[in-house]
């Protein structure tokens, strides 16, 4: 079993809609949860990180940790096209490993 | 903010090549990292380094090498480049307040 699976899409939505992207994982000792995004041709900048288990909003940016599932998502409300990008997740325990990314388009 | 550059954007090289892949920092910061990122594999590790002419592997070293001399310099090297290492290189580091930092990245095209 991989230590972290997350779907590579492409996953496209409309503009407005409400975007959930998840990763699980295998490992339970990871506590620090991160999402990165990463636009075409660029390196991946960190939008949000997530310590222990709850939900973490910044603005239309929802992080959440179900560490009994090993589950993590990331929520992205009122969706626009400028949040077409690859999104990874991330988690660590004494090294960081990376989810192989998500292709999200939002339609115009 | 923390910054790291990566000094060229586009390299095309030719098999058998020495290539080097700079990568600056404009903080102190000690953990510096380089990845490639190829479509269907995701990042994956090469090499990393805690400090100034300390390096340890990563999951894929094969084929490179790197060097720091300086604390704000991290450079990886291939020796002879083949086609196989076409790719998008990733510099990164690593501090407590901002966790991985990445740099814009360099894609490589070895001919």
């Known amino acids: 079993q991989k230590e972290v699976e997350q779907d590579p899409g492409p996953l496209s939505v409309p503009e407005g809609a409400i975007v959930s992207l998840n990763c699980t994982y295998s490992n339970s000792a990871f506590q620090y949860f991160m999402w990165y995004r990463q636009y075409s041709r660029k390196g991946p900048e960190l939008l949000m990180y997530?310590?222990?288990?709850g939900n973490k909003e910044d603005g239309r940016f929802t992080a959440q940790v179900d560490k009994s599932s090993k589950y993590i998502s990331l929520f992205i409300r009122d969706s626009q096209p400028s949040d077409s990008a690859t999104y990874l997740c991330?988690?660590?325990?004494?090294?960081?490993?990376f989810g192989k990314g998500t292709r999200l388009h939002i339609l115009p | 903010d923390v910054k790291v550059t990566q000094s060229s954007r586009y390299l095309v090289k030719r098999t058998g090549e020495k290539v080097f892949l700079e990568c600056v920092q404009d903080m102190d910061h000690e953990n510096m990292f380089w990845y490639r990122q190829d479509p269907g594999l995701g990042l994956r590790l090469i090499y990393f380094s805690y400090d100034v002419k300390m390096k340890e592997k990563g999951d894929i070293p094969e084929g490179y090498s790197v060097s720091r001399e300086k604390k704000e310099r991290f450079s990886l090297i291939l020796e002879s480049a083949s086609t196989n290492q076409t790719s998008m290189y990733l510099c990164a580091l690593l501090d407590k307040a901002h966790g991985y930092t990445f740099g814009s990245g360099t894609r490589l095209t070895v001919v």
């Open positions: 997530t310590y222990s288990s």
């Open positions: 991330a988690m660590t325990d004494d090294k960081i490993i």
